[in-house]
């Protein structure tokens, strides 16, 4: 006979969002979701992913107990005797050699003692996560543009827009609870322009303008659209005047650009360029969402530079339901940039240099803290010889997956600290089991700079620990210098309220609040901050500052061995390399494999019928794939999700950006494809 | 001939925390104290907080009082946490407090062998209205200027929306002017036609007692009777006959709410898509092409008790993976439940699309159940109409040879 029940207030495991959700917990098992209504983000409403979200606790598998490969294969042993090897193996190397991979589902709290750990007993800088992967390019742009890479209004206000433009970004399938935002704007007559080579869901479902570009297309077509509103005088000019810089440059490479070369470029005719342009200007607010398809490119930086051209020339920004908002893929995506467990900064976006490091060992109470930038992910696989991974899976998200095996087996020392078996975890030599999301305590970011509390709704399975636990106790083990004992999790945030000044006014008491509080939030009576922006950009001058951008093709072009654009993205199903979705019951059933989308064309005309087994080729490798045959991708493209390891798409991509982004062109390489007889 | 009595607490301290006489708190406590049930199943605020309200198992009485008051911003889905996160109560006797709707599905879920009625004794809240917490965070700030936390109380009366606050002030505001405004109560709300639960065993409210710290008890079953007479055999409330006077403006409120509901349903059934089959078709097929197969509707109608539901992608027959889903998703549910529904609201509460899945569910009933005579949620004796076959129909149907 039951006697405990309770509803457990907590948030969404996936996304970004940070929808909330009701955990229902009988006799301390989590055996249902129900809706969090009074929360503002979803407001009780959540999509198939949130509504199941509990169910790969419970999967077979969760990694209970540390294993150590010996003689070839892995054997439990205790916390202590793991903790220690790798203690031993980190004391005696040499910081250059190690490289700590982390994780946007790891807590605030767990990325706060991570960067400590690995400053203050590596004395290592070598950090990175998977934003690598998808906003490493937004950093750069939106600093020299805004002077800040977050998301400037808030989740709630996006409605607010009478013009939204969605830059490759699939929201109904990617942030089905922003497109809910877009629903409710639609209702109230706002216009919807998506730009994707894809006719994606979002495109079919809430465009009223769909610019279907030419792949990787995006600076040509926005810098088109910029010239028309130039062109037509639809600028707001005392915006330009009060609160930016560079006009004229802008204006005058415009001017010397050719419309009709711009639309050849893009593949859009240039009407529904213009009226694309026309829209947005004319709208009193604008509101740009972009995410990987404007992201994920080699001239990622670009495009996101040439989004902001548009935002700051129509005076859309500072207000709400306005800005250049990128969508951060991660439960705590935003959190991540913000504790700072990466290659060029500290605790809030403090760059790495010997000013911070001073200032840091001064809250620290430590010496000699790294004061050169370190390595970033990609870099870290190529050069360190030992790697601690945790929550991460490069085996399924890193581009060149052959190269990235190769690179993981020659490894000295491979650590992976995790909740399941990951393809990346099979390859190590130490594994260590975490506890997961609703099983400890931790503060996480969503995309709107919104910081959350989640909770522990029950028990981690087995001796898994909270990430942030383990930490310490390595700490411990390998005398580190500097403060690793805290007694709980609440104790971690008490210190990065310390050391990363927009978190300073944020309590876990005042956390307790329904959607948490949105950072800046300076003091203790300070609401929290809903839009950015609004005085004044976060440059130096204050000022936003126009970037002038020229069309750069992709870095693998396509030729005749490899005549096909192959792009990569997400199913509203799944969620990045499927360790958590592809456990739960619902989400599998619905999309159990991968698959390659064909060009009804194309497919015709290489022999390819729906259903068929295929070959994709790359440089890179070979994968096989079951076709897709459609209208909705373009001639000459094929599109993969890259959810499904087995067939995954990543064994095909390559090519990166150099720096300061690194990103590898996940959107964008070149590959050919054949029936398999 | 009613059977109703106005009743108030014995208990002191139940009459400091209550509202109206602490007569439910009351009751369900004698349930507990007097071993009649094994738990309570009722609502609470959260760690105290109005816009959180939650389901509460309580098995200690002195535990009862947490879920004093009446919170009008919570509408979570008690029929679905009795069904399936207490697997039916099949091995427990629960007391369950629970507005209209809630009884409503419980009595459906009965029918459908999904819930023991005879281990459960229902005691029905009247009920005007919920809003949603979110939005009426929102509507405290925006239409009525107070600091949504500073509130106490909420009470809907007289076609007025009053809040009282923390230092003892009331603010109110016309709510028919208010919800023109876009705030007010959740949408099935405002189209309810049923505000005392006469499907439950008791049935309790503030309409008949003329302003008194008492509560207006029907007594609406064997059971009901049973629990009253213990309850006030065993000292735990007092009890009185109303007058006729205020049996009669008990009426009238019923029948002014009723009056309200039946115009809302006008209007937001017409609402939908215009007179002509093209144009309603055109716009069903444009607001079902925002469905993400989250599935929130089905889990949360009490009618969809389908455990092995033919919609999941397991089955075969709605492609799997594809959004938005064939149309024949959507409408087969709507299909399914249509006969039923109870105008919960749940449903739609939980879309993500903001589809209108309530109002179209709620039309259809209306229309359904004045041609077959069926009133869903009412009576336990009556078997839903498109999935049973009577006796008669059934020998006629033999009869005729197929």
Redesign the interface.
């Known amino acids: ?5 309770e ?1 457990v ?1 907590t948030v969404c495991p996936y996304c970004g969002c940070g929808c909330g959700v ?1 955990l ?1 917990v ?1 006799d301390g098992r989590i ?2 979701v ?7 983000v ?7 992913k ?2 199941n979200a509990f169910e790969f606790l419970y999967a077979e598998g969760r990694l209970e107990r540390p294993l150590v490969r010996e003689n070839g294969s892995l054997q439990e042993t205790s916390w202590e005797k793991a903790l220690e090897m790798i203690a031993e193996r980190l004391r005696d190397a040499d910081p250059g050699s190690v490289g700590l991979i982390n994780s946007g589902k790891l807590t605030n709290e767990d990325l706060y003692v991570l960067q400590k750990l690995a400053r203050c007993a590596l004395k290592t800088n070598n950090m990175d996560n998977c934003s690598r992967f998808c906003h490493s390019t937004t950093v750069p742009a939106l600093v020299s543009t805004v002077g800040s890479g977050v998301m400037p209004t808030s989740q709630t206000d996006i409605a607010q827009a009478d013009c939204i433009l969605l830059a490759g970004v699939n929201v ?2 990617t942030y ?2 922003i ?2 935002r877009i ?2 704007a639609k ?1 109230r007559g706002t216009r919807v322009i998506v730009v994707d080579p894809r006719r994606t ?1 979002t495109a ?2 809430l465009a009223d303008i769909h610019l279907q570009l030419r792949p990787g297309a995006d600076v040509a077509l926005v810098n088109a659209m910029v010239k028309t509103i130039v062109e037509e005088g639809l600028e707001d000019s005392d915006f330009i005047a009060r609160r930016t810089k560079g006009v004229e440059e802008l204006r005058a490479y415009l001017a010397a650009a050719d419309m009709d070369e711009l639309a050849e470029v893009a593949g859009v005719p240039v009407h529904a360029i213009r009226e694309a342009a026309r829209t947005y200007a004319r709208a009193e607010r604008g509101c740009i969402l972009y995410n990987a398809g404007i992201a994920q490119h080699a001239a990622g930086i670009g495009n996101i530079k040439v989004l902001a051209n548009l935002a700051l020339l129509t005076g859309n920004y500072g207000r709400s339901g306005t800005g250049v908002n990128p969508l951060r893929g991660h439960l705590n995506g935003e959190g991540f940039g913000d504790m700072g467990p990466l290659a060029v900064f500290y605790p809030g976006f403090a760059p790495v240099n010997e000013a911070t490091a001073a200032r840091f060992e001064r809250h620290w109470g430590v010496v000699g803290l790294p004061s050169e930038p370190g390595m970033s992910y990609m870099d870290m696989m190529e050069k360190c010889d030992v790697l601690y991974v945790i929550g991460a899976n490069p085996m399924a998200s890193a581009p060149d997956t052959g190269r990235v095996a190769a690179l993981l087996a020659s490894k000295e020392f491979l650590v992976v600290q995790d909740i399941f078996m990951t393809e990346t975890a099979e390859l190590a030599d130490v594994i260590l089991p975490a506890a997961a999301w609703a099983e400890k305590e931790g503060t996480v970011t969503e995309v709107d700079r919104r910081v959350q509390r989640i909770g522990k709704a029950v028990a981690p399975p087995g001796e898994a620990r909270p990430d942030w636990k383990v930490f310490c106790e390595l700490a411990g083990m390998m005398d580190a210098e500097g403060e690793f004992d805290y007694g709980s999790a609440e104790e971690v945030f008490e210190e990065i309220r310390r050391t990363v000044p927009q978190y300073a006014g944020i309590t876990y008491e005042r956390l ?1 609040r ?1 959607g948490g509080i949105q950072w800046p939030c300076p003091s203790e009576d300070h609401p929290g901050t809903e839009t950015m922006f609004v005085g004044r950009f976060a440059t130096p001058d204050g000022l936003g500052h126009f970037q002038v951008v020229a069309y750069e093709e992709p870095v693998e072009m396509t030729d005749e061995e490899y005549p096909y654009v192959l792009t990569n993205g997400r ?3 799944h969620y990045h390399s499927g360790t958590m979705s592809r456990r739960t ?2 989400l599998n ?4 494999s991968g698959f390659v989308e064909l060009n009804t064309q194309d497919a015709r005309e290489t022999g390819i019928e729906d259903g068929n087994e295929v070959r994709v080729k790359s440089r890179r490798g070979e994968i096989r794939a079951t076709a897709r045959v459609t209208d909705d991708i373009r001639r000459g493209m094929l599109f993969m999700p890259w959810h499904f390891t087995e067939s995954g798409p990543n064994t095909l991509t390559g090519p990166c950006a150099g720096p300061p982004s690194k990103m590898p062109e996940f959107k964008f390489c070149a590959a050919r494809i054949e029936a398999m007889r | 001939m009613k059977d109703v009595y106005l009743a108030w607490s014995s208990d002191e301290s139940i009459l400091e925390r209550a509202e109206h006489g602490g007569v439910v708190t009351s009751l369900l406590k004698f349930m507990l104290d007097s071993e009649m049930v094994d738990a309570v199943l009722a609502l609470k605020p959260r760690n105290g907080n109005r816009y959180e309200g939650v389901p509460a198992l309580i098995t200690d009485p002195g535990q009862v009082i947490e879920t004093a008051g009446s919170l009008h911003c919570a509408s979570p889905n008690i029929a679905r946490c009795l069904k399936t996160y207490l697997d039916g109560v099949t091995d427990m006797k629960v007391a369950v407090t629970g507005k209209p709707c809630d009884i409503r599905a419980i009595v459906e879920l009965a029918k459908r062998k999904q819930i023991a009625r005879e281990n459960v004794i229902l005691v029905g809240l009247n009920c005007t209205g919920t809003l949603p917490p979110a939005a009426a965070k929102r509507m405290c700030r925006e239409a009525f200027g107070v600091d949504p936390d500073e509130v106490t109380a909420e009470d809907i009366e007289d076609g007025r929306l009053t809040l009282t606050l923390r230092d003892g002030t009331e603010v109110s505001r016309d709510l028919a002017l208010l919800e023109s405004e876009g705030y007010g109560r959740r949408e099935n709300c405002q189209r309810c036609d049923v505000h005392i639960p006469i499907m439950a065993d008791l049935a309790c409210g503030k309409w008949g007692t003329s302003g008194g710290n008492v509560t207006c008890v029907e007594v609406c079953s064997q059971s009901g009777s049973d629990v009253l007479a213990k309850a006030v055999g065993a000292g735990a409330l007092e009890v009185k006959r109303p007058s006729s006077e205020a049996l009669q403006v008990r009426e009238r409120r019923d029948k002014e709410a009723t009056d309200a509901a039946k115009a809302w349903q006008e209007r937001h059934f017409a609402e939908m898509g215009g007179s002509s089959s093209e144009q309603r078709l055109a716009y069903w097929t444009e607001q079902f092409s925002q469905c993400i197969k989250c599935f929130a509707c089905k889990d949360a109608c009490p009618i969809c008790y389908c455990t092995d539901c033919y919609l999941e992608a397991d089955r075969g027959f709605i492609a799997a993976g594809q959004v938005p889903p064939d149309i024949v998703f959507p409408i087969l549910r709507t299909v399914h439940v249509a006969d039923s529904c109870i105008n919960c609201g749940q449903c739609q509460d939980a879309c993500p699309s903001e589809l209108p899945l309530s109002r179209l569910a709620h039309m259809l009933n209306v229309e359904i159940g004045a041609v077959l005579g069926y009133h869903s949620g009412m009576d336990i004796g009556a078997p839903p109409p498109l999935s049973a076959v009577p006796e008669d129909e059934l020998a006629m149907l033999v009869a005729a040879g197929t």
């Not at chain 1, 129900?34 to 503002?40: A, D, G, R, T, Y």
């Open positions: 006979m039951t006697m405990m029940l509803y207030p009701h229902v009988r055996i249902g129900e809706p969090w209504k009074e929360h503002p979803n407001e009780g409403k959540n999509c198939p949130g509504r109904k399938e089905p609870l497109a809910r629903i409710r209702q869901v079919k479902v307790e329904a199913l509203i199903f019951k619902r059933d619905e999309a159990p």
